[in-house]
């Protein structure tokens, strides 16, 4: 659903495309960690080896569940963070051009 403010749907809509980017990377990444976890587990332990193969997927699933949620929020995180700082310094462009048409440029004289 489309808001009045465009430049806020666009700002909204690159967030969650940036979360989404994160989320797939942060599945993929912990996703084979967990897998790599669960194979020296199964060489190393009799215990692991033991588990029903649904607890087994559920642990592997587990992983990559957290690792997205904690990619998206760290992708989201910068993101927001850059939409801060591209909005602080088109303030402050605002104020010096303002002040520049105030009061002039001054020219510098040698």
């Known amino acids: 659903m489309r808001s009045?403010?465009?430049?806020?749907?666009?700002?909204?809509?690159?967030a969650s495309w940036e979360a989404a980017r994160g989320?797939?990377?942060g599945a993929a990444k912990w996703g084979i960690a967990t897998?790599?976890?669960?194979?020296?587990g199964y060489a190393l332990s009799p215990i692991y080896r033991g588990?029903?193969?649904?607890?087994?997927?559920?642990?592997?699933?587990s992983g990559m569940v957290l690792g997205s949620m904690i990619e998206a929020d760290s992708r989201l995180r910068e993101y927001e963070a850059s939409m801060r700082m591209r909005r602080r310094l088109m303030r402050e462009q605002a104020?010096?051009?303002?002040?520049?048409?105030?009061?002039?440029?001054?020219?510098d004289d040698d």
């Open 51 to 61: 588990l029903t193969v649904q607890f087994k997927v559920y642990i592997q699933m």
């Open 95 to 107: 104020m010096w051009q303002s002040f520049e048409e105030k009061y002039g440029k001054e020219e």
């Open 23 to 25: 989320a797939t990377y």
């Open 4 to 14: 009045h403010d465009m430049t806020k749907h666009a700002e909204a809509t690159e």
């Open 35 to 40: 897998a790599i976890l669960g194979g020296v």
